[in-house]
């Protein structure tokens, strides 16, 4: 297992099986029993949390990675290895997850005066 790679996840109902994106550091899953992962989903929204995945990336139709769900699964739960994605996709999945967690309204990572969220002790 490497990050970048895309496999099949048997998740608790209602998700089933479906593809996940592994998110986790390489070193991770030598010592870890869970990973970080992303769903995949053919539902396109056009959303800047999303990453376009399709056939020139080893998939068999067109989806995307949606990086507004990210989740820490068992290890346990991976099943099949589908496809890795080559470096210009994954540079694309740390450029959006950088827009999800840290209030940039586009991918060129211009802070969003109404994105930004006011910082408060718990």
């Known amino acids: 297992m ?5 496999g099949w996840a048997q998740l608790p109902a209602p998700l089933n ?12 899953y030598r010592v870890r029993t869970q990973a970080t992962v992303a769903y995949l989903t053919t539902r396109i929204r056009d959303i800047a949390a999303e990453v376009r995945l399709g056939q020139e990336d080893g998939l068999p139709q067109p989806c995307v990675v949606n ?20 470096p210009s ?10 827009v999800v967690t840290e209030g940039y309204h586009d991918r060129r990572l211009r802070p969003c005066e109404w994105c930004r969220v006011r910082v408060v002790r718990w």
């Open 17 to 28: 099986l479906r593809p996940v994106l592994l998110l986790s550091r390489d070193e991770a």
């Open 67 to 86: 990086l507004d769900n990210i989740n820490t699964i068992r290890l346990a739960r991976l099943r099949e290895r589908i496809t890795a994605l080559p």
């Open 2 to 6: 490497r990050q970048g790679e895309i």
């Open 89 to 98: 996709k994954m540079r694309a999945v740390d450029l959006t997850v950088r």
